[in-house]
C-alpha cells in the first residue's frame, strides 16, 4: 500500500467475497441459533445462521446477499421465513480482511420443504432459545462471536428489552 505521505508498506489482506447473517425469530419468540465446531476458536460456538456469498466461477460475480440469506436459513436451520428485514451491514475485520457481512431478521418462519440441508463440511445442531435468553447469554459471555453478538444485540434494541442480567 502507498500511504498518503508516499511511504510504502507492505500489508498481508485476507480476500473474502462477503457474507450474510440472519436473526431468525420463530413464532413464540425464539431464536434459532446454530452449534458448530470452529477450528480457529479451537471450540464449538453458538451462532446466529451465516455463510458466505457465492461467487460465480464464470463471471466472477457475487452472489446477491438477499438470495444467499434465505439459502443459508434453510441450509442450517431448516426453516424458510415469509419476511425479510435488511438490519445492517459491517465489515468484519476491516484492518486485514474484505468481508463485507449483511446482517437480516428473518420471521414468519415454517419449514422448508426439500430441505437444503448444511454444507457437507458442517456439523450443526440447531438451538431454540427464548430470545430474551438469548441476549443473556451474550451478556454472561457464553455467545462469544461478533455476527451473533451484533445480531442479538440489534433484536433487543428493536424488542426493546435486554437479557436477563
Same mark, same amino acid.
Given at each position: 500500500?502507498?500511504? $498518503?505521505?508516499?511511504?510504502?508498506?507492505?500489508?498481508?489482506? +485476507?480476500?473474502? /467475497?462477503?457474507?450474510?447473517?440472519?436473526?431468525? #425469530?420463530?413464532?413464540?419468540?425464539?431464536?434459532?441459533?446454530?452449534?458448530?465446531?470452529?477450528?480457529?476458536?479451537?471450540?464449538?460456538?453458538?451462532?446466529?445462521?451465516?455463510?458466505?456469498?457465492?461467487?460465480?466461477?464464470?463471471?466472477? +460475480? !457475487?452472489?446477491?446477499? @438477499?438470495?444467499?440469506?434465505?439459502?443459508?436459513? @434453510?441450509? @442450517? !436451520? *431448516?426453516?424458510?421465513? *415469509?419476511?425479510? @428485514?435488511?438490519?445492517?451491514?459491517?465489515? !468484519?475485520? /476491516?484492518?486485514?480482511?474484505?468481508?463485507?457481512?449483511?446482517?437480516?431478521?428473518? !420471521?414468519?418462519?415454517? /419449514?422448508?420443504? *426439500?430441505?437444503?440441508?448444511?454444507?457437507?463440511?458442517? +456439523?450443526?445442531?440447531?438451538?431454540?432459545?427464548?430470545?430474551?435468553?438469548?441476549?443473556? $447469554?451474550?451478556?454472561?459471555?457464553?455467545?462469544?462471536?461478533?455476527?451473533?453478538?451484533?445480531? #442479538?444485540?440489534?433484536?433487543?434494541?428493536?424488542?426493546? *428489552?435486554?437479557?436477563?442480567?
Amino acid at each position: 500500500v502507498e500511504r $498518503a505521505d508516499g511511504r510504502r508498506l507492505q500489508r498481508d489482506v +485476507a480476500g473474502h /467475497p462477503g457474507a450474510v447473517a440472519i436473526v431468525a #425469530l420463530d413464532a413464540d419468540a425464539r431464536v434459532l441459533l446454530v452449534r458448530q465446531w470452529r477450528h480457529p476458536a479451537g471450540r464449538a460456538l453458538l451462532e446466529i445462521p451465516a455463510g458466505t456469498l457465492d461467487r460465480d466461477p464464470a463471471s466472477g +460475480a !457475487t452472489e446477491d446477499p @438477499e438470495v444467499a440469506a434465505r439459502r443459508e436459513l @434453510e441450509e @442450517e !436451520t *431448516g426453516c424458510r421465513a *415469509g419476511r425479510w @428485514e435488511r438490519l445492517a451491514d459491517f465489515w !468484519t475485520a /476491516p484492518g486485514f480482511a474484505t468481508e463485507r457481512m449483511f446482517l437480516y431478521l428473518a !420471521t414468519d418462519l415454517a /419449514p422448508a420443504a *426439500g430441505n437444503l440441508g448444511p454444507d457437507e463440511d458442517e +456439523a450443526l445442531e440447531l438451538v431454540r432459545l427464548a430470545w430474551r435468553e438469548a441476549v443473556a $447469554a451474550v451478556e454472561r459471555g457464553e455467545i462469544r462471536d461478533a455476527k451473533s453478538i451484533i445480531g #442479538l444485540l440489534w433484536l433487543a434494541r428493536r424488542l426493546g *428489552g435486554r437479557g436477563a442480567g
